[in-house]
């Protein structure tokens, strides 16, 4: 919090918010979660920071102060959101990052809440911000080797692009989890190119509608309307005196 509250001062933002990693890689399941903070999420979020184009904020750590809370934002909008960090970050703008990097762990217990984990980031991304999200596939070329490879299944070029692309993956995840102080041992190391696969197959998936399940509701949005605090008190006092 010292650090933050520094930070907040140097750089006058109305929000500082604080990027994260994962440090234990966890089993085969578990690393899904892994490579998605460390290879997807981090360099991106940092690259960001480093533009000066921080729009959002990370549930992970942001600090604001109170009054501008208040005079700022809508209460009864953010409780309707389902990424309400990433709303509250741009709702304070302007938003920098913070020069400590927090730390997480993984979440999925098996490869069902893993994957039901991973389409549930994705999803979210591509609502709050379709754009960047659809300029992945300039970096994401697997799913076009693989297409060649579907449609020439004889030759060798393709194949010889599609393998590139696994192998590239590889290095780079052995590569930025090594630097965030995260290591891979080989026994996960077949996890790599079942994420290559998925992100591809996610990224495609997630402009097709349908809809993220969390906390037992179907959000078909990123944000659905919620009844004001007010008017929900007073549904609850007219219930109880009835």
Not at 196 to 208: H, I, P, T, V
Request: proline share 6%.
């Amino acid at each position: 919090i010292r650090s933050m509250r520094a930070d907040l001062a140097v750089t006058q933002a109305r929000c500082l918010t604080s990027p994260y990693v994962i440090e234990q890689a966890g089993n085969g399941a578990e690393m899904l979660d892994t490579l998605y903070v460390n290879l997807e999420f981090y360099p991106g979020v940092v690259f960001l920071g480093g533009q000066n184009m921080i729009r959002f904020g990370l549930g992970s750590g942001m600090l604001f102060g109170a009054e501008d809370f208040r005079q700022t934002v809508d209460w009864d909008y953010l409780g309707g959101c389902l990424a309400e960090d990433f709303h509250l970050g741009g709702m304070l703008t302007p938003a920098q990052l913070g020069s400590m990097r927090l730390t997480t762990v993984p979440a999925s217990r098996n490869w069902k809440e893993a994957i039901q984990h991973y389409l549930r980031w994705q999803k979210n991304i591509r609502w709050c911000r379709p754009g960047p999200f659809g300029a992945q596939l300039v970096v994401m070329p697997l799913l076009g080797w693989l297409a060649w490879v579907l449609m020439t299944p004889g030759e060798s070029l393709p194949w010889l692009g599609l393998l590139t692309v696994l192998a590239a993956d590889a290095i780079a995840a052995l590569s930025i989890c090594r630097v965030v102080g995260c290591r891979i041992g080989w026994r996960r190391l077949p996890t790599i190119p079942l994420w290559s696969f998925l992100r591809g197959f996610s990224w495609l998936a997630c402009w097709f509608p349908w809809p993220i399940v969390w906390r037992g509701r179907k959000w078909w949005s990123p944000h659905q309307e919620v009844k004001p605090q007010a008017e929900v008190l007073g549904t609850q006092r007219q219930s109880r005196l009835d």
